[in-house]
C-alpha cells in the first residue's frame, strides 16, 4: 500500500510559467514533508520541506504548500526555467522516527 | 552542498560474486539511510542506522547486509549477486529531527 502517491507521473511547461506538482499522502501521521529534486545520473537534491504546522513555505521561486485536511501537498514553481527539468520527488515523514516514504516521482519538463 | 559519497558510481558483475558497495559522509551525521530504486519507481528503503554499531532493516526485504563501524561510513554488502539485485543503490545521511536526507550519487548495478 502506497503511502505517498504522485499521481503525474510527467507534466510539461512552458518556460516562465507556473509548474505545479502535486502529492497526496494517506497517513495522518505524517507531520514533516519533502520535495526532491533529481537529475540523471545524479543523487535526489533536496529543495525545499514543510512541517504541519504550516501550510505554506517560500523559497526563492519554489513554494509548497500543505493541506492535511485534504492529505495532499503541491510544489508551485514560478518562473519555471528550463534547468527545472527533472524528476521530482515528494517524501513524507513521521517525526517519531527518522524513516522517509517516498513518492514515485513526476518528470518535469520546462519547454524553451 | 552534501559531501556524501558513493563508489562505484557503475558496477557490471556476474553473478555470484560477493559485491560491496561504499557510502561515506564527511559532515558528521549519525543518521544513514540505504535506499533501493527502479526506474520510474519510488525509493525504497533496505538499510538504517541511527549511530555506529546501530542497524536496522528497511520497509523493503533486501539480502544485503551493512555494518557502521564508524560515523562516517556505511557500506552495504552483497555475499552473492543475483541478477534480481540488479538496480540503482542510493545511500543518504541526516543530522537529525526535521531535517533533510542528503543523497549520494548513487550505485548502478548490474548483475549478468
Known amino acids: 500500500d502506497q503511502q505517498v502517491k504522485q499521481n503525474s507521473p510527467s507534466l510539461s511547461v512552458q518556460e516562465g510559467r507556473i509548474s505545479i506538482l502535486n502529492c497526496d499522502y494517506t497517513n495522518s501521521m505524517f507531520d514533516y514533508f519533502l520535495w526532491y529534486k533529481k537529475y540523471p545520473a545524479e543523487g535526489p537534491t533536496f529543495l525545499i520541506s514543510?512541517?504541519?504546522?504550516?501550510d505554506k513555505n517560500e523559497d526563492g521561486r519554489f513554494t509548497v504548500f500543505l493541506n492535511k485536511s485534504a492529505k495532499h501537498l503541491s510544489l508551485h514553481i514560478v518562473p519555471s526555467q528550463p534547468g527545472d527539468s527533472a524528476v521530482y520527488f515528494c517524501?513524507?515523514?513521521?517525526?517519531?522516527?527518522?524513516?522517509?516514504?517516498f513518492g514515485t516521482g513526476t518528470r518535469l519538463k520546462v519547454l524553451a | 552542498e552534501a559531501d556524501i559519497y558513493q563508489t562505484p558510481r557503475y558496477l557490471v558483475i556476474g553473478t555470484g560474486k560477493k559485491i560491496t558497495l561504499e557510502c561515506s559522509q564527511t559532515m558528521g551525521h549519525d543518521k544513514m539511510y540505504w535506499y533501493q530504486q527502479d526506474p520510474g519507481m519510488e525509493l525504497h528503503l533496505i538499510h538504517y542506522s541511527y549511530g555506529v554499531n546501530s542497524t536496522e532493516k528497511g520497509d523493503l526485504s533486501s539480502e544485503s547486509t551493512v555494518s557502521r563501524i564508524r560515523t562516517e561510513h556505511f557500506p552495504l554488502t552483497l555475499e552473492s549477486a543475483r541478477p534480481s539485485h540488479t538496480s540503482q543503490y542510493l545511500c543518504a545521511s541526516k543530522r537529525g529531527m526535521g531535517q533533510p536526507q542528503h543523497f549520494g550519487d548513487g550505485t548502478r548495478l548490474s548483475i549478468l
Open positions: 514543510i512541517s504541519s504546522i504550516k
Open positions: 517524501a513524507a515523514s513521521n517525526s517519531g522516527t527518522y524513516k522517509y516514504i
